[in-house]
């Protein structure tokens, strides 16, 4: 069975910093599209980014431009979501979430991924 496991959730001070892992077992992340979400309780799941299968292309929503990075690394069948300047808001479950093929358009839409981790916990607070 094919599987995602996320890392690196950590509880962090408000202005810090996080890098997330998506590390993938039993398949190759490089035949694949990812994308990174995230859930707050009470909240639905959010769209953050996603990345192409070779990493030229990404896109990212607007509650996150410019403070977090995706980036992938296929010889290591991994992929990084580097999380900077960091609010209470974003505290979350975060997941990534792979698809073989989308459209850049549909990057933030849960139901185009096949294939989703368990996630993990970022909580910033002070």
């Known amino acids: 069975q094919l599987q995602l496991v996320e890392s690196g959730g950590d509880l962090v001070q408000p202005g810090g910093s996080l890098r997330l892992s998506c590390a993938a077992s039993r398949f190759t992340l490089e035949d694949y599209v990812i994308g990174w979400f995230r859930q707050a309780p009470g909240k639905e799941r959010e769209g953050l980014s996603c990345i192409s299968k070779t990493g030229g292309s990404t896109n990212y929503a607007d509650s996150v431009k410019g403070r977090f990075t995706i980036s992938r690394d296929n010889a290591k069948n991994t992929v990084y979501l580097q999380m900077n300047s960091l609010k209470p808001e974003d505290t979350a479950v975060y997941y990534c979430?792979?698809?073989?093929?989308?459209?850049?358009?549909?990057?933030?839409?849960?139901?185009?991924?096949?294939?989703w981790g368990q996630g993990t916990q970022v909580t910033v607070s002070s």
């Open positions: 979430a792979a698809a073989p093929f989308i459209l850049r358009t549909m990057c933030s839409l849960t139901i185009v991924y096949t294939y």
